[in-house]
Structures are given as structure tokens and as C-alpha cells.
């Protein structure tokens, strides 16, 4: 599965982006999808993640009521709404996917655990 990530880029402390996280029709609903973020020479970092089927997410304590994450199996897309930014949330964004057979509790938020990553798109907060 190849991930196209996007929508990343320059905003104002206080706006909005949404990323997009698409692999054409390969991102079936078996698949979990995280986003992770990275600052350089830093570790990347989990963010929020989406169960296949959409029902269950998880967010990092930083961006909880700030960010949504969701799904589209019709159109094999996942997004990553983010508002009310801040300088901290620089990084670049990236969006990975894997079918683990087994709870999605158990591995969603660990970066090894994903075999399949896009390609990571920037954003960019200023104060």
C-alpha cells in the first residue's frame, strides 16, 4: 500500500489545516491509519489514529479538542483535521497504515508497528 500524504503547509498560530493521508484503492477498511509527526532529530512522534472501520480513535493528550481524525473507505482517504494550531505542532506530518491481526488498541500508537508511510508533507505554525 503507497500513502500520499498532503496538505501541509504555512499558517497563523490559531488556524486550520487538513491533511490527507489517500492510497487509491488500496486503503481497504482492514487497514489502521495513524498520522505521526516529526521535528528534526527528534522522534517521530504518534499524533491520532483511526480504526479501520472508523470507530474507534486515539489522539495524543497534546492535540485532543484541537484535532480530527477521520475516514472515507469510498474514496480510500483518511484526513487529519487540525485546528487551533500552535507553534508546537510544527513538524512534518506523516500518515501510515498496516493490518495487524490483532485489537488495534494494542498497536496503534507504536510506529513500528506500521509497515506502509507516506511520504510526509510539512506544516509550519508561526507565532
Known amino acids: 500500500v503507497q500513502l500520499q500524504a498532503s496538505g501541509g503547509g504555512l499558517v497563523q498560530a490559531g488556524g486550520s489545516l487538513t491533511l490527507s493521508c489517500s492510497a487509491p484503492?488500496?486503503?481497504?477498511?482492514?487497514?489502521?491509519v495513524a498520522w505521526f509527526r516529526q521535528i528534526l532529530g527528534k522522534e517521530r512522534m504518534f499524533v491520532a489514529s483511526?480504526?479501520?472501520?472508523?470507530?474507534?480513535?486515539h489522539y495524543t493528550d497534546s492535540v485532543k479538542g484541537r484535532f480530527a481524525i477521520a475516514r472515507d473507505n469510498a474514496k480510500n482517504t483518511v484526513s487529519l483535521q487540525m485546528n487551533s494550531l500552535k507553534p508546537e505542532d510544527t513538524a512534518v506530518y506523516y500518515c501510515?497504515?498496516?493490518?495487524?491481526?490483532?485489537?488495534?488498541?494494542?498497536?496503534?500508537?507504536?510506529?513500528?508497528?506500521?509497515?506502509?508511510w507516506g511520504q510526509g508533507t510539512q506544516v509550519t505554525v508561526s507565532s
Open positions: 484503492g488500496r486503503l481497504s477498511s482492514t487497514y489502521g
Open positions: 483511526i480504526s479501520g472501520t472508523g470507530d474507534i480513535t
Open positions: 501510515a497504515a498496516d493490518n495487524r491481526q490483532k485489537s488495534f488498541s494494542e498497536w496503534y500508537r507504536f510506529k513500528d508497528e506500521y509497515n506502509h
